[in-house]
């Protein structure tokens, strides 16, 4: 019951910026969009969130469109350990799904040199 | 901060067997999320724990049961163990109100044979 669709691969130069995908078109109400990415089997780890505005940390930028359908995590200078899974994720606000994270399949990310 | 923890790192059982892994949150969070990752696959939500319940609860089978301690720390427990029972468990642990990010351990892996 996942509730992204991400392309399962992309490809990047070491040094560009990567720019990953993500629909959400049945997003609802209050449900934010979180990205999170996953190195070779080791633990999920989180990159960057956000409900209607852009955002931007140390890590990324995430670009959300107007409706809200779809957003764009954004690395601005992509390293060789950035290869990686990256997950775009919808989390639950209702309180039967409060902090629930409806994983897809993800997109792996290959950075070459 | 230790972050997330989990224990055993990796697991091999036998079919029928019964399996408890174990999850102690980041420190300050309250609530822990259990997830199955199959080989291939995002990871899939099993259970969430807050205030020692069960408070969500994905598509598994009775099967698989958990605990919450007073401490937050948890397990998740897997009865009569089937072949594709064999999985990465991940434990992400959080605070249930707000838009705050979830911790993830670096997983169990276990194998049934």
């Known amino acids: 019951d996942a509730k992204t669709t991400q392309p399962p691969s992309m490809d990047c130069a070491e040094g560009r910026a990567a720019n990953l995908p993500c629909n959400h078109s049945t997003i609802s109400g209050n449900e934010y969009v979180y990205w999170y990415r996953q190195i070779h089997s080791q633990g999920p780890q989180y990159i960057i969130h956000g409900l209607k505005n852009n955002e931007t940390n140390e890590m990324a930028s995430l670009i959300i469109t107007e409706d809200r359908k779809s957003s764009t995590l954004i690395l601005p200078h992509a390293t060789l350990r950035d290869t990686a899974v990256y997950y775009c994720?919808?989390?639950?606000?209702?309180?039967?799904?409060?902090?629930?994270?409806?994983f897809g399949r993800g997109t792996q990310l290959t950075v070459w040199p | 901060d230790a972050g997330v923890t989990q224990s055993p790192t990796h697991l091999i059982k036998t079919r029928g067997q019964q399996v408890t892994l174990r999850c102690s949150p980041k420190?300050?969070?309250?609530?822990v999320s259990w997830y199955q990752q199959a080989l291939g696959q995002g990871p899939q939500f099993i259970f969430q724990?807050?205030?020692?319940?069960?408070?969500q609860r994905g598509n598994f089978p009775d099967r698989f049961s958990g605990h919450q301690f007073p401490n937050y720390s948890s397990e998740l427990n897997v009865n009569a163990l089937l072949l594709g029972d064999s999985a990465l468990y991940l434990c992400a642990s959080s605070l249930l109100a707000g838009s705050t990010e979830a911790f993830f351990g670096q997983g169990t892996r276990l194998t049934v044979v």
């Open positions: 994720i919808v989390r639950g606000d209702r309180g039967s799904t409060l902090g629930r994270l409806y």
């Open positions: 420190s300050g969070h309250d609530t």
């Open positions: 724990y807050y205030e020692e319940e069960e408070r």
